[in-house]
């Protein structure tokens, strides 16, 4: 069975969603000849040619404003924001056009586009080009959020982002892309995965483990290793999109658990997994035989050093402790 | 007024009389929708805010005639007037102005959003400059889809500061989008001169940063707007791209619902007011034969009576559902 | 003893700060002659001159940057933000320039400045000018956060603001501006509450109210009903700050109450209250009787009609009914 | 390769041998700075990424050498040159690209972050474009001090695409900031030519929006930088204020760690790399004897010593403690 890198896969999804459809097309920075900053449209520019892999200047704002009224207009546009950190420099557009239109011109309007953009540390990028900005955009209601977490998902997410009529933020997360040992099976034919189911990426007894996009990745060598090593029994549910957001999903694996620890790699004052801990806490509050803990970033911008990086971002280690301190084991 | 070396052709003399009295028409239906808002506004009817079209209706009549319907239009906060003269129902409009259900964003968006997608129009926005990069998408989906349409985007004047002003314009430019880039310039943003905002006099010179053709014209003279918008449009669909129209006009109410106008004259209004466009473009269809005085009135009052019934649609029209609230975030 | 608006309380706050230090001065859109779109600087341009009530064109993202650069080289900008949506439009030079500046610089640069802008829904302004994106701002490591309740705290927390060395964001609720109602005794002399300490308002111990805002304001109404009605004893705790944010207040109280319902006006999903419920469901878990409950906007872009504005912003009655759920009498 | 008609004296004719002699210093030690920082990156000893500067040495120093010690610079993702030209200190620098905790910014920011402060220079950025309003703000701080200090904002052909370009320069335009805007066009921005990314052929045409002086200069010539920049500067201490300067110069190098160049052409490069800025200069300054060939050597063979001694030193420097990670985020 062929396997695909992440990068693999959604390039191969942007491939047959253009072939299928027309209306189909993307747009952003250095992404036609060049093949994009990490290399994930080479090879397309060639294949679908400059009107339907459209290179624009550096030029953010514009870029998804365009996508914007496209997609009012009839079509799908695909938009590549480099790094998610530039979306920042569009985020009108994002925030209040994008996501608004709909809404405020009362349900009469559509705006099926795809914002995907490469996100996340753990390459030295420093603090401008490796955040982890998902809750910044799951506040937001209006715009979907997907953030795979492997090379299967990110195919079948992709396929039924272009395909949704809402503006979706697609989170690629940079360390993913080509590490091969997150290498996958990944069919060739297109399939969807709907947006706003999670998955059980191991199922266990013990604790829940709730993840995101590279941090399940993480998850899972920590409850592996744990079930492995200590007979703990982790179940590790991948949220796969954070909004809409599988609680069900996660409020039923606490049921069985009692327990819950939330990874996620953003920072922690304010990050994504309050919503989901609160939610558990509002309507799991039952379940819970402990106190529900998050394990996220440290509250500081990115820095650039491996050594600091590498102790601001969730740790294996990390992971443990806290897996274990709620397990009164530690 | 003109400044700049167009050959524009006079395609306005050869519209049927019919076409020439519709624009007519359009404008004092603009002109007294905005007096019957203000009334409301006074009643305090209008919730949050509105901003006024008063003055400025030979820029959206004269634009939006020399387009076709297919077309599309990016409009902006001082939205009626491109609202109407692109074809809106005025009760619809009206309705929305009071939060009820059945107006054009089921009492969702009001002033600042109205949107008719029926007739093209991709609506209001209220972020100033918001909509320029949009008008550039709808017009690349007319390229891409090749279906020979044109896209005017209209902003201020003090939107012409907004970096998006300046994306929007190069892109556009770069991709030769048939999109109409036309700024009504009416002096001022919020309080703010277009002296104290900008260092040149005039905001068309800013074609020079995008190789496209910038172009000032007077744009309370319905006739020369609808002229060169004609002839830009054309060059659009020809695939000469994009092009900077800057239309100089004046409002004449306040900024938005309260407004002392500290920042400038009565004098400065009245003489402006001299200008008035309706009556610019009306004594030239009765010095051209092509209607009577008494014509004249006939219109305006039709006008009046179609704004009194949409005032009294929009009264009688019940307020949405507040189970509506949660609904039309997103689309299936 | 006089009493004044929180709009005046802040114009008076600014008044003295400015005449205090020729450092601090403010630019934003309208403020000159005009007097900013609500008011609050009118007259100053008159007393302190175009040269430090800096007048600027319709362009957020230099106005903000131009802030941060003269922060860096010495001033204490005020900048004024007409609506804090259009925060989006600058959201760059906030959200990696100020907020980044000092740490990616190892420490090495001050970044003394305030954004104060209006912000918060109820006037009819529909979805681009009633938003509450006090989420967004305090998951931003750098910057800090602010959101006075009333007219003495305002005062107070501005000229803290305006002395603290880092990027603050003042968010100052458009309904409290000019409502008598919440007049208050301001004294004239300047004064500063700390920025980061949180305030019980009212104390009780039934049940811990924990709001921001205008809801501060509409949690003490429904509390002293339900006190003067149901004896039932709410203490209402105004965090003032939501970043820093002063959780041990807030244990503190549930620690005597048992139970807390958090109020806010953002919209629910992703709103700051998550972090609030999930820092209690962590380290003040042993102390919860019931599940933590969230009172707040619905997720749904803020609708322009009266009828639905009102039914998407946290109501008395909402609050009224989760308070009543949470202690079981519902 | 100047086009437009300014007056700009030869300023650079009167400076002393010794500073004529330190330009041609700090372009060399920003050349071979650049040599051992790509030893470096091919050594794989550069975490994340970086932009080396090699072929606009001219650019930097000769801007920079133009204003003074207590002027403020603010610089790009490119920002190595604009650093060294400053005065930084090597060694430091060096130390902050290894991530070492003794570097500019203690290891936090690395090669798209170095400022410093002590220099006047107020840092590169990760942001394309994100510093134009920095740096009107900067000089808005001088504007208020009356201190008399100038800023020179540097950006990319590329970030002149960006919204912040135009309000920026707007900005600054409208208050007369002392700020002198250099646009370092190298030809591209990352893969992108700034034939395809605009329409027009000149940058600096971009300062007719504006109503600022906008001059193209041979960025490769340090002396016409050197005097277009002191030129500007005074015209800015006696507030005229802001100009758009385009430095017509090229990278020699891959825009960051990996780039395989798909987008030019061996040809191309090699052209360029015929106007090495460098070359000229030294060829300048012996023609005109100001130093001998001997001389030349000595001072390169100085500058490579230095370099090589920051390599040591940044090797040798420790990496920051994990303690300091949340340090630095907020001020007292
Ligand atoms: C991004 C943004 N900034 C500021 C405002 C507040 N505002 C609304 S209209 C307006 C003036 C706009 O001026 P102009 O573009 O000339 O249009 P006009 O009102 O004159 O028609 C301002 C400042 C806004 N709505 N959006
Ligand atoms: C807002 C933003 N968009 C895109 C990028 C990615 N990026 C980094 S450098 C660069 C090219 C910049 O071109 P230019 O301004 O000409 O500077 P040069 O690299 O040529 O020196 C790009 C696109 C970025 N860092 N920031
Ligand atoms: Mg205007
Ligand atoms: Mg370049």
Known sequence: MRELTYLEAIKEAIRQVMKENEDVFMLGEDIGLYGGSFGLTRGLFEEFGKDRIRNTPIAEAALIGAAVGSAVTGMRPIAELMFSDFSTVAWDQIVNQAAKIRYQFGGKAKVPMVIRTAHGGGMGFAAQHSQSLEA??????????????????????????????????????????????????VPEEMYTIPLGKGEVKKSGKDLTLVATSYMVQKSLE?????????????????????????IDLVIESVKKTGRLVCVEEACSFGGFMGEVASQVAEFGFDYLDAPIVRVASKNCPVPYSYVLEQEMIPSSDRIKENILKVLGKA | MKENNFKIANKFEKLSRDKKIEMLRKMYKIRHFEVEVDKFVLRGMIYGTCHLYTGEEASAVGAISAIDETDYIVSTHRGHGHCIAKGADLNIMMAELLGKGNGYCKGKGGSMHIADLDSNNLGANGIVGGGLGIAAGAALTCTLKKNNRVVIGFFGDGASNEGLFHEALNLASIWKLPVIYLCENNQYGMSTSVKESMNIDRVSKRAASYGIDGITIDGNNVIEVYNTVSHFAKRCREGVGTVLIESLTYRWRGHSKHDSQVYRTKEEVEEWKKLDPIKKYKEYLIENKLITEEEDKEIENTAIKEIKNAVAFAEKSEYPDISEVEKDVYSD
């Not at chain 1, 396929?159 to 979706?168: C, T």
């Not at chain 1, 079930?227 to 909004?243: A, G, N, P, S, Y």
């Open chain 1, 136 to 185: 910044l955009f799951a506040h937001i209601p209006g715009l979907k959020v997907v953030m795979p977490s492997c090379p299967y998902d990110a195919k079948g997410l992709f396929i039924a982002s272009v395909y949704d009529n809402n503006p979706v933020i697609f989170l690629e997360h940079k360390i993913l892309y080509n590490n091969k040992k997150y290498s996958q099976h």
């Open chain 1, 222 to 246: 920590v409850a592996n290793e744990l079930k492995d090593k200590m007979q703990i029994d982790c179940e590790v549910v991948d949220l796969r999109t954070i909004k809409p957001l599988d």
